[in-house]
């Protein structure tokens, strides 16, 4: 038996690309029952599922809440998606569910096309992530710049805390403005209507929760939380909002499912929410998956745990949930009390079954303050701040898409500020490889060995010699101007040494075209050498690209010059 509870299979020979493909859409549930899981394992896997459980009972209802319905959908979406994305999933321990993430987004729906309008937005969402999953994606999300996941993640803390300061301090308001800058002079105006015993109980919920691991380990801290401040309420009957007076009672049983087809215009207006959550919802579950596959030596399946996370959203806008996706506090919770197999999560999901099922009337009780105490310091773990310090010393061009896509995330839309991320993201790096393309007349240099050194000590009077060095793209292809530049009248050879240029595009064959015609047609010899073999393949199949234009190296075009 190894470290990780699986028993110890035959050596097997490495297995190769179509080995690797075929196993790519198979769940890892499917796959660790088939090696089979020790009945040690599925004890720490059943534990493991029951604390999991408990910790997110607060999370999902404080996640519904925030997102603007009702604490009911919270759970049903922890519920319904966990459970899939368990069986389903491509990961080992892998917790899905409601996260901080997806409040903004939810939020924004709800306000622009109602509860009805989000179940279709995340409906459509998990058929886009089923898709990318299918079209093999996974892979390429990992392409995000790191500084713009820092920005919109900071972003969205900086959101959510926002959120929480009328239920955190017992504003009497009678609705919260949507805009964040307005939202803000909002709380200003109204900070004098603030209610005392909700403050105490929003204020102490958030020492807990943040400090209450100080204390016990036993108890999860938003647990402990919600265990303190509900009782006191009780006890001492204080005038605080509960869960049940402002949403009414939690029910007893899952929702039946059901939808309702959209028309065509509905598709339309809700197309660029839906790609916000599928996108968001991905990049979010793999980076979770990461992240859980480092804490136990493992390797999930990006692919699958996108398929996975695709049902996951699609059942649960069917039972009338939220967007799902990894959570990573919860799957690193997961990991850390013993959970190695899918079992964990499949646990977790019963667990929230049960409590909904036998304590729905004892969770109605909870504070809206306590919740929101809960969300700050969800906000400030999303935070990342952290991370965005160091960002921001780093270089300029990331430090210019942290802000950017930070600033746009609080102050106009997560989508918008994914897409100017994105954009803002390609052109700098596009500025970048620019700088360090580079072509410029060269000598024989002194740490030089071999025939360069040597065919360059020799070289003719009348030959001319450039290196090339860096990507030749259309973003540096004008620096090709510089060579007609340099060259003089008793230069009649020019050398284009293209050792360094690790691709070419089409923008740069064509200025390259431009300037060995140009050459041409001024009556001198052009040589390209020591060309990369990928790169030279494509210049052989110019038409334009004679047989002697290309040699190996400088002393082969100068063997060439003389036979000729």
Not at 72 to 95: D, H, M
Not at 459 to 468: D, G, K, T, W
Request: hydrophobic residues 50%.
């Amino acid at each position: 038996m190894n470290e990780r509870g699986e028993q110890e299979q035959p050596a097997r020979p490495i297995a190769g690309p179509k080995t690797a493909e075929r196993g790519e859409f198979v769940p890892k549930l499917f796959t660790l029952l088939r090696s089979g899981i020790t009945p040690a394992q599925l004890r720490k896997d059943v534990l493991a599922g029951i604390v999991v459980g408990i910790v997110a009972l607060p999370l999902a209802i404080a996640f519904g809440i925030g997102s603007g319905v009702t604490p009911t959908k919270g759970l049903v979406t922890a519920i319904i998606a966990g459970l899939v994305i368990s069986v389903l999933g491509g990961s080992r321990v892998q917790i899905g569910g409601p996260t901080g993430a997806f409040i903004v987004i939810v939020y924004g729906i709800v306000q622009e096309h109602g509860v009805e309008g989000l179940t279709i937005a995340t409906f459509m969402a998990g058929v886009l992530i089923m898709v990318m999953g299918l079209l093999r994606f996974g892979k390429l999300l990992k392409y995000f710049p790191h500084t713009l996941i820092v920005g919109f993640t900071s972003g969205i803390a900086v959101i959510i805390l926002s959120s929480q300061i009328k239920d955190l301090f017992g504003l009497r308001m009678p609705t919260v403005p949507t805009d964040f800058l307005a939202k803000w002079e909002a709380y200003a105006v109204h900070f004098g209507s603030m209610e005392p015993w909700a403050a105490l109980i929003g204020v102490g919920a958030l020492l807990i929760t943040a400090f209450g691991a100080k204390v016990t380990r036993r108890v999860p801290g938003p647990l402990l939380a919600i265990l303190i401040t509900t009782v006191a309420v009780a006890v001492f009957d204080l005038p605080v909002t509960t869960i049940e007076q402002q949403f009414g009672a939690i029910p007893r049983t899952l929702p039946a499912p059901s939808f309702t087809l959209p028309d065509l215009a509905m598709l339309r207006d809700l197309m660029q929410p839906a790609l916000a959550i599928a996108l968001l919802g991905s990049i979010e579950s793999l980076l979770s998956a990461v992240v859980a596959d480092g804490m136990i030596g493992g390797r999930h399946r990006s692919n699958m745990e996108l398929v996975a996370q695709g049902a996951a959203n699609m059942l649960s806008a069917l039972f009338g949930g939220i967007p799902a996706t990894g959570a990573i506090a919860r799957t690193a919770t997961n990991v850390k009390n013993g959970g190695r197999t899918p079992i964990a999560g499949i646990v977790h999901a019963l667990t929230l079954l049960a409590i909904m099922l036998l304590a729905a009337p004892l969770a109605g009780r909870i504070p809206l303050a306590c919740l929101a105490g809960i969300l700050v310091v969800v906000a400030y773990n999303m935070s990342e701040w952290r991370s965005f310090i160091s960002a921001l010393k780093s270089n300029r061009y990331d430090a210019l898409v942290l802000v950017v896509t930070f600033l746009i995330t609080v102050v106009f839309d997560l989508v918008l500020a994914i897409e100017v991320g994105m954009v803002l993201a390609a052109f700098l790096f596009m500025k970048r490889m620019s700088d360090i393309t580079d072509l410029k007349p060269v000598l024989a240099q002194g740490g030089d060995e071999g025939s360069f050194a040597d065919a360059a000590r020799t070289l003719p009077a009348n030959v001319m010699l450039f290196e090339i060095s860096g990507p030749l793209f259309f973003g540096a292809a004008q620096k090709f101007q510089d060579v007609l530049q340099e060259i003089h009248d008793r230069h009649g050879v020019v050398v284009l040494r293209m050792r360094n240029v690790p691709l070419i595009d089409a923008t740069g064959m064509h200025r390259l075209k431009d300037i060995v015609k140009q050459l041409h047609a001024r009556g001198r010899v052009v040589y390209l050498t020591d060309v990369d073999p990928r790169v030279s393949a494509e210049l052989r199949e110019q038409p334009w690209c004679g047989p002697d234009l290309l040699q190996g190296s400088l002393a082969d075009a100068l063997r060439h010059l003389e036979k000729n």
